[in-house]
């Protein structure tokens, strides 16, 4: 049964950092592409970022770019997201996923695994 667990979130002030991980376990992820994907209150779920296990090709929302980093550490079978320049309106719950068959990296229904989320709260 495959399980990702999140964790990393907290509170902080405009223009910090967090990283948050997602720690998968359950079967071989080698093949899966991992994303991060968020949600803010009374919003849609939106895409972060996202990677390829096997191949590492990396993708990111537009706001995502130069300031949040994707990465993977297989020996810990564990996905990244650090995040720097924090701003309030990255306030969200952040989600972890995985896609065995490599749909369309931005779209929520693509993955067929799903975190319970850590919630992130930048203050002004």
């Known amino acids: 049964q495959v399980q990702l667990v999140e964790s990393g979130g907290g509170l902080v002030q405009a223009g910090g950092s967090l990283r948050l991980s997602c720690a998968a376990s359950?079967?071989?992820?080698?093949?899966?592409?991992m994303g991060w994907f968020r949600q803010a209150p009374g919003k849609e779920r939106e895409f972060v970022a996202a990677?390829?296990?096997?191949?590492?090709?990396?993708y990111y929302a537009g706001y995502a770019r130069g300031r949040f980093t994707i990465s993977i550490d297989s020996a810990k079978n564990t996905v990244y997201l650090q995040m720097n320049s924090l701003k309030p309106e990255d306030t969200a719950i952040y989600y972890c996923?995985?896609?065995?068959?490599?749909?369309?990296?931005?779209?929520?229904?693509?993955?067929?695994?799903w975190g319970q989320g850590t919630q992130v709260t930048v203050s002004s």
């Open positions: 359950g079967r071989t992820f080698s093949a899966y592409r």
């Open positions: 996923a995985a896609d065995l068959h490599h749909g369309a990296h931005y779209v929520a229904g693509a993955y067929d695994y």
């Open positions: 990677i390829n296990w096997s191949d590492g090709n990396i």
